[in-house]
């Protein structure tokens, strides 16, 4: 901008130099009837030329003072906002809870307006947040209406994340809440579309902390190591849309976190090594539409965890190597309707329920999985296309039906493909009790029938494909009484005594 200067007097310069050689001249010359150039037209052109000059040497002057004026402002308005800045940080160590309060809000409002430091500033305010915190009147370092002015810096926060296009807005800034304490807090309807956002080792305990409404859209949130360990986190309703959320390492020990009616989208959602070890978490209604989300490893040790009535209907689930050691899970009621949900390599020790679940469609595989204590249960389950997968599962110290039980009594086979090639039992009991066989195709090939009890009491095998060729029978009992078999259904009774087509009881012992 100050190159206009010179540049400027340089024209001015040409000018003046071109003016006085015209002069000359003009005043020399003469025209073609020999008479002299007329000095009053010499006389008006200087003048038109000179107030030329003067005009931009006027503009040139006052272009400069107004570029030093503008300078001095700036430089008084960036003295003035970090004199705020100081104040507002000053007020926000105050022992006084008013006064904290005071340099909260002002230390928000400097974010505002000032765009070229609201990064630093909304450091300071979650900095604060991940301050040393005491909630007991009685503990050592207890500030009183320190709860106030906590919930309030949450507030403000959730405020400035709801329209990523408003002029004040933060969403695709950083927030760094690592570590941070939560008794408290509602994030309701905030959009974290980029940058990064770390809870990562924070703790949630005490009343209520709501993520309701969240829209995860972009960017990195981190929930990784975070401990929730009492009263109530709810994300309720979150829309996990893109970018990359992580619960890894998260451990939920007591209380109650809510995931009802969340969906699952798109980006990636991971729960990796998450320990589920009391309390109650709850997957109520969530639709898994599309994306990733990541069970790897993750311990179900304890308390309850419930998926009831959520919906797979496209994307990945996996939950690859995780154990069900303690408490329960329940799939019940979930409808199986699209995408890969992978159980391969679970371990099934306690009490997991996938009673009256719909599978229809889409691939579910337990492959590797072991059942060796407790109940799974299938009862009243419906598998009507799809396939489902239990190649190579096992109850008990590896491979195979080995101890517990597993029921899929009552269930109905009724267009998917469901294996159970391969498959190994060795103790414990396996029930297919009055489950109904009226398509589809469901296969036992090579499925090692070696100790306790497996029963297809009261089945109904009424069409589609049933096999169970190849299969090896060395101990156990495997129980056919009542089972009724119509002529439509196609079955390969391998090692076992073909029954016709009409009621009759008939068990296989070795």
Known sequence: ????????????????????????????????????????????TTATVLTLIGAVLTGVYAYRKQLLAEGDSHRADASQLADRYSTAAEQMGHEQAAVRLAGVYAMARLADDWPEQRQVCIDVLCAYLRMPYKTAPT???????????????????????????APTTWCGLSLDFTGATFDGGDFYGARFTDGTVSFAGARFYGTMVSFRGVEFAGGTVSFSGARFGGGTVSFRGVEFAGGTVSFSGARF??????????????????????????????????????????????????????????????????????????????????????????????????????????????????????????????????????????????????????????LFDSAGFAGSEVTFDSAGVTDGEVSFRGAEFTAGTVSFRGAGFGGGVVFFDSAGFAGGV??????????????????????AADIDWGPFYAIPPRPEDRQHQV
């Not at 190159?3 to 002069?23: D, K, N, S, Y």
């Not at 503990?139 to 709801?162: C, F, M, N, S, W």
């Not at 799974?376 to 039906?401: L, N």
Request: hydrophobic residues 45%; glycine residues 22%; proline residues 2%.
């Open 139 to 165: 503990a050592t370092g207890y500030k009183p209406g320190e709860q106030e002015v906590r919930l309030t810096i949450i507030r403000i926060i959730r405020d400035h994340l709801q329209n990523p296009m």
């Open 466 to 487: 049933v096999s169970f060729a190849s299969a090896g029978v060395t101990g156990g009992t495997v129980s056919f009484d009542g089972v009724r078999v119509e002529s």
């Open 253 to 406: 020990g007591g209380g109650t976190v809510a995931f009802g009616d969340a969906k699952f989208t798109g980006g990636t959602v991971s729960f990796r090594t998450t320990q589920f070890a009391g309390g109650e978490v709850t997957f109520h209604g969530a639709e898994f539409i599309g994306g990733l989300v990541t069970f790897h490893g993750a311990e179900f040790t304890d308390g309850e965890v419930s998926f009831l009535g959520a919906g797979f209907a496209d994307g990945v689930v996996s939950f690859l190597g995780a154990g069900f050691t303690g408490g329960v899970v329940s799939f019940r009621g979930v409808g199986f309707t699209g995408g890969v949900v992978s159980f391969d390599g679970v371990g099934f020790a306690g009490e997991v329920s996938f009673s009256d679940a719909r599978f229809a469609g889409g691939e579910v595989t337990f492959h590797g999985a072991g059942f060796a204590r407790g109940v799974v249960s299938f009862r009243g389950a419906e598998f009507t296309a799809g396939t489902v997968s239990f190649r190579g599962a096992g109850f008990g110290g590896g491979a195979g039906f080995g101890g517990g039980a597993v």
């Open 1 to 44: 901008m100050w190159i206009v200067t010179p540049i400027a007097l340089a024209v001015v310069g040409v000018l003046a130099c071109g003016l006085f050689q015209g002069m000359d001249t003009l005043l020399t010359a003469e025209n073609r009837t020999g008479k002299p150039v007329d000095v009053n037209n010499v006389i008006k």
